[in-house]
């Protein structure tokens, strides 16, 4: 049986269906991620619950739809970013939907088990073969992904250069590779075959639970070559995750992802670039290669995505560069049309006094 932080969870944990059904999720394999997120959502839901005096084996859809207003309309723990723009003073759209899922697949476990007639939150469907779309409870607002600028980029690069090699190396990493935090940190040196400049993610260390491959570039092998030469003067030759920490609690550990995160809130500080996260450098190299023409199963193959929706919505072309691409496209549409119209000046005498007479009869006009 696989472990859960049930002290996160106190509300959960003292709930025997609600404990049954997150053990389910993670004896099943789920990510540690997923369950913490998922044990939140549903702690925040059963403490609601609690609070207006509804079991969650006969909660109805106006309990659910109370909860939801609840988080539109809460006050934000953590102040927002700048630039930031949202309709309701509540949490995000991304948030809220998020935690229904979660809620939705813990009603989904009671329906599952004969504990419930129906699952009380209602589910989105697309609308195929000439039906009507099926709206959720809550709309989900798509919003493009942030990306630094040129400008915001030189001064992220910046800011790095005055960071440890080996957090040099992980900016490097993370950008060239498009890795997920997670994906990041538990690299090993085993990974990389530097003879071709690659990195083989292991399937047990991704999001899809699916081995991919993804390039580094030149400088990224140099800092990687000049980071294992640092790294065997502090640790050996040991073998296991390739970032160790340096801290005086944890020398030689394994990197986790807070660190990783803590490391890119510095570089934020330090370059003025408040949105910049770690997400960041995911976005903007999937983006890069939209822009290098990569078509987008390519990109999806890269990023390891399951989804082209999912790859469709990290892509993120600037108006300028969409422009650039329309009028290209439009030159040479342009071209096609006049070859065409050209076949209309059979016998036209032109203005020189010359004849326009195309190689084609007239029964082709």
Not at 73 to 92: C, D, F, K, N, W
Not at 330 to 341: F, G, I, P, S, V
């Amino acid at each position: 049986m696989v472990d859960v932080p049930w002290g996160k969870f106190p509300t959960l944990a003292a709930d025997r269906e609600a404990r049954r059904w997150l053990q389910f999720l993670a004896n099943i394999g789920r990510a540690p991620n997923t369950i913490d997120a998922y044990g939140r959502a549903v702690e925040g839901h059963l403490r609601f619950c609690a609070a207006e005096g509804a079991e969650p084996l006969d909660a109805k859809a106006d309990t659910v739809a109370a909860w939801v207003g609840e988080m539109l309309e809460r006050t934000p723990v953590r102040p927002r970013q700048e630039g930031a723009t949202r309709a309701s003073p509540g949490l995000a759209n991304a948030t809220v939907q998020q935690r229904l899922v979660a809620v939705r697949s813990f009603y989904e476990f009671l329906v599952e088990d004969g504990l419930r007639e129906r699952n009380p939150v209602r589910r989105g469907q697309a609308g195929r073969r000439g039906r009507r779309p099926k709206r959720g409870l809550v709309r989900r607002i798509e919003q493009a992904p942030w990306l630094p600028t040129e400008a915001d980029w030189q001064r992220i690069l910046e800011a790095a250069r005055a960071e440890p090699l080996r957090n040099r190396l992980m900016v490097s990493l993370a950008y060239d590779g498009a890795l997920r935090r997670e994906e990041l940190v538990q690299l090993s040196g085993d990974d990389f075959d530097p003879a071709y400049r690659l990195i083989r993610l292991r399937a047990e260390t991704t999001k899809s639970r699916r081995s991919r491959e993804v390039a580094y570039g030149k400088a990224t092998g140099r800092l990687f070559m000049a980071y294992l030469a640092e790294r065997r003067s502090s640790v050996g030759r040991a073998g296991g995750p390739l970032l160790r920490s340096v801290s005086n609690r944890n020398p030689g550990g394994p990197l986790g992802v807070s660190s990783w995160s803590k490391i890119v809130e510095r570089l934020s500080r330090t370059s003025g670039v408040d949105r910049l996260s770690t997400h960041t450098f995911r976005h903007l190299r999937l983006t890069d290669l939209a822009r290098a023409d990569w078509t987008i199963d390519p990109i999806a193959q890269y990023a390891g995505h399951r989804d082209l929706t999912t790859t469709m919505r990290y892509i993120h072309l600037s108006g300028r560069e969409l422009a650039a691409r329309f009028h290209r496209a439009n030159a040479a549409l342009h071209a096609d049309r006049e070859r065409l119209l050209a076949r209309c000046l059979v016998g036209v005498d032109l203005a020189d006094g010359s004849s326009e007479l195309p190689a084609v009869s007239h029964r082709s006009v």
